[in-house]
């Protein structure tokens, strides 16, 4: 069984994000960047499927610029297989990284694509829906647990009253959840390796896919500050305030 | 400055690392985050740390970084730098203690890889770098600790053997070791006497005894007793009366890394103290907007940076094979002073809180006299640079 799996290099999560003085996106210059949380979540488990022995192969695609390189070698570190560097500098949504992926997707013939739910930057959670669409696969989306079975997959997802379990065909798309696993750290002997093991590189043109973004981003602002409360001495007091402020009828 | 004020915030961009000193980084990092920092303050008052933390180290390849494929270490495509990255990323632990005992190896073991015979170095570099084996260096003695050529425990030969007599003082890892590079005296005075014994801890004659310390709680510092211990001549590190150049060449090699891990822990301090500064209000407004407080962190930076500086160039020259030994020393001061400013200053922003157990700049502050001591003095070191200098 072959795994995809796509990878995105975001600011750190750690990192305090703060918007540019032009409004025009959040700062990046001199930021620390590293592998989207929920990528490093289907790195592992991908590299865990290959442990297990149903997986053979574990190909990780990243779509950004040369530095995303970076972060292809850290999956590779994990115990991924090879990397596909898409490379652009431009903006790249959801729908034009399903595309690129959909591309890759019909070259590699993977049995399974393992995508994080969301990128950490825009939050968007479209990409690995868009992705199954564009491909009518089944997909598994929120994963906590993958069960591979032959030709199945058992996926259970986190949903609004609880947790539901799955059972999808392959070739399939799943997303990963937070709790789908704990990412391992990559040790000195993988970290060497790693820079051994290949890496494409390629265009989004190599793949006859548009990217121009569809979407127009006017402005970026933060959100507003909390103003300051005030202490009520009485209940009759507290009732007068919320009217005051019609909260209250 | 940046919104959020970190570990790496004011680190100098460096011509000297790339993207796999980067990844190193990175990935260890996670390491101590994970099987470490929870631990650390837990770890510091029980006064020592789990033994398995060093086979989980040795399967990260913390343990085995820098020594040859051949006995199951890792060195292709690894430099100086990688070793930089380490001290610095270890010392984020804010429990020095746990390191020191963690990698003693890192100063037991290159002896026997730089002189010892083929023979000695398969027998035991595999189980140390495996993390099964631990190996100290026990060179300081009741009398002698810098002063390397007055050293006193005698081996005297006897057939296959040398019959060992004596004491070794302040040993790092002494009471969990199960060998010792050990300084003895085979020859007349001087440190053209000296030679280098390897002596195995369970040898019939070897006791040993814990010693408390100001800080390195974690770290199981120990005396050790010699009462005529028969060793192999064969444990020979080495040629005989000619230890010294060995127990020299291992300091320079030490106080690159001792300066990277004090250099560290100095960050530590900033972190700490910029994060506070920007919480803490006083007189209605932030820590930080107080012009004493900013001054101390600025000149913080500065020290730290200039140490950045400094250590770059002199872990550079190294790397090109200069033995820069004047350089290494005042380096180590260098470090050590920037470590005691900067856990000075970082207690004095943190107040009371700060002087409270359980926290890192507590830790490191009990650490600062180890630093600015072991590896050489900072008296010692001044004066080696200058001799050298040829003053």
């Known amino acids: 069984m072959k795994v995809l799996v796509p990878v995105k290099r975001v600011v750190d999560y750690n990192v305090k994000i703060r918007v540019k003085s032009d409004q025009s996106g959040v700062e990046l210059a001199n930021v620390k960047m590293s592998m989207n949380p929920f990528d490093e979540i289907s790195v592992e488990e991908a590299v865990r499927l290959k442990e297990a022995g149903k997986a053979t192969e574990i190909v990780v695609v990243s779509v950004g610029p040369q530095q995303a390189q970076e972060t292809i070698r850290t999956a590779l570190a994990m115990g991924a297989d090879r990397g596909i560097l898409i490379k652009t500098d431009d903006t790249v949504e959801p729908l034009g990284v399903a595309k690129l992926l959909k591309a890759v997707a019909e070259e590699e013939k993977p049995d399974l694509i393992i995508v994080g739910k969301q990128a950490i930057d825009d939050d968007c959670n479209q990409t690995g829906q868009m992705l199954s669409a564009l491909l009518g696969w089944s997909q598994g989306t929120f994963a906590s647990k993958i069960d591979i079975e032959g ?99 | 400055m940046a919104a959020q004020f970190d570990f790496d915030t004011t680190r100098l961009p460096s011509p000297f690392m790339n993207d796999s000193h980067h990844h190193w980084r990175a990935e260890l990092r996670k390491f101590v985050e994970k099987e470490m920092m929870p631990y650390a303050d837990e770890w510091d008052e029980a006064g020592g740390f789990p033994e398995e933390l060093y086979k989980k180290a040795s399967e990260f390849g913390l343990l085995r970084m820098g020594y040859p494929e051949q006995y199951g270490g890792i060195s292709e495509g690894l430099d100086r730098f990688h070793g930089i990255v380490t001290s610095e990323e270890l010392a984020r632990l804010g429990a020095g203690g746990v390191t020191a005992s963690l990698m003693v190896h890192g100063i037991g073991l290159p002896p026997i890889m730089a002189i010892g015979s083929d023979e000695m170095k398969e027998r035991i570099a595999p189980p140390v770098l495996n993390g099964d084996k631990r190996i100290s260096l026990a060179i300081t003695e009741p009398g002698a600790g810098s002063d390397v050529a007055n050293i006193s425990t005698k081996a005297v030969r006897d057939g296959d053997h040398y019959i060992v007599n004596g004491s070794k003082m302040f040993i790092t890892g002494g009471m969990r070791a199960h060998h010792f590079t050990t300084a003895v005296r085979t020859g007349g005075e001087g440190m053209r006497g000296i030679s280098l014994l390897l002596i195995d801890a369970d040898a019939p004659g070897v006791t040993r005894t814990p010693l408390k310390k100001m800080g390195w709680w974690a770290s199981d510092t120990a005396a050790i007793y010699f009462d005529d211990v028969k060793v192999p001549a064969s444990n020979l590190i080495g040629e005989e009366n000619q230890g010294f150049i060995g127990i020299v060449n291992n300091f320079n090699g030490e106080r690159l890394g001792m300066a990277a891990g004090a250099m560290g822990s100095a960050r530590v301090c900033l972190e700490e103290a910029v994060n506070w500064a920007q919480e803490r209000k006083t007189f209605g407004k932030r820590l930080g907007d107080h012009q004493v407080i900013r001054h101390k962190i600025a000149e913080m930076v500065r020290q730290i940076n200039a140490t950045q ?3 770059e160039i002199c872990a550079w020259r190294v790397q090109n094979g200069e033995t820069p030994v004047a350089d290494l020393a005042m380096l180590k001061v260098q470090a050590t002073l920037t470590l005691e400013f900067c856990a000075r200053e970082a207690m004095q922003i943190l107040g009371g809180s700060g002087y409270m157990r359980g926290n890192r700049v507590e830790r490191i502050y009990r650490e600062v006299r180890v630093n600015a001591i072991g590896g050489g003095s900072e008296e010692i070191m001044r004066d080696l640079a200058a001799r050298q200098l040829g003053i």
């Open chain 2, 309 to 311: 500086a400094y250590l």
């Open chain 1, 151 to 249: 030709d199945k997959a058992a996926v259970t997802r986190e949903i609004d009253g609880g947790l539901q379990t799955i059972k999808i065909t392959m070739p399939a798309v799943v997303t990963s959840d937070l709790r789908l696993n704990e990412p391992r750290y990559a040790s000195l002997p993988n970290i060497m390796k790693a820079k051994k093991k290949p890496i494409d590189t390629k265009e989004p043109g190599d793949y006859g896919v548009d990217i121009t973004p569809r979407l127009e981003v006017q402005k970026v602002a933060e959100p507003p500050q909390r103003e300051a409360g005030i202490k009520v001495e009485t209940v009759g007091e507290l009732v007068s305030k919320l009217k005051e402020a019609g909260v209250i009828g």
